[in-house]
């Protein structure tokens, strides 16, 4: 009885451990997000943006998690490849700011546009999964 109850307190402590905001998993959410975009996958960007998102583009042009989502759809925006050329993340518990330099090549109704990018992403881990909250780009 002991050896099982020692099993299951292995069991729950790397549960535990697996469910708390780190640097691994921000970078696969970060990761998980650009494919999102390309892929025009809605259900992992309905799970990785914020109810609260607001999305900043180069232009000025201010996005919230419907618009971004939708989007994709409707023949405004298809992102073709993110290729990120630099990171750096810096955490304060629950709350993380990545900081990137980017290439994209997107179409922009209809149109090629092929953008360098510094980005700045807030992420904030809530239910335990990191969600971004905010983001912004400006052309270098």
């Known amino acids: 009885m002991r050896y099982f109850f020692s099993i299951l307190l292995v069991c729950f402590s790397i549960l535990a451990s697996g469910q708390k905001p780190d640097s691994k998993t921000l970078g696969t959410a970060v990761s998980d997000f650009d494919k999102a975009l390309v892929n025009r996958d809605s259900a992992i960007l309905k799970r990785l943006l ?3 998102l607001s999305y900043g583009h180069s232009n000025g042009w201010i996005q919230m998690k419907k618009d971004v989502i939708g989007d ?13 050329k630099s990171q750096n993340v810096n955490m304060e518990g629950n709350t993380a700011a990545v900081r990137m330099n980017t290439e994209v090549d997107v179409l922009m109704d209809g149109k090629p546009l092929q953008l360098k ?3 700045l992403q807030v992420w904030v881990w809530k239910d335990k999964h990191w969600q971004l909250f905010a983001r ?5």
């Open 50 to 52: 914020s109810d609260d």
């Open 72 to 84: 994709l759809y409707n023949g405004k925006l298809t992102y073709k490849a993110i290729n990120l």
């Open 117 to 119: 990018l510094n980005v």
């Open 136 to 140: 912004q780009s400006v052309k270098v």
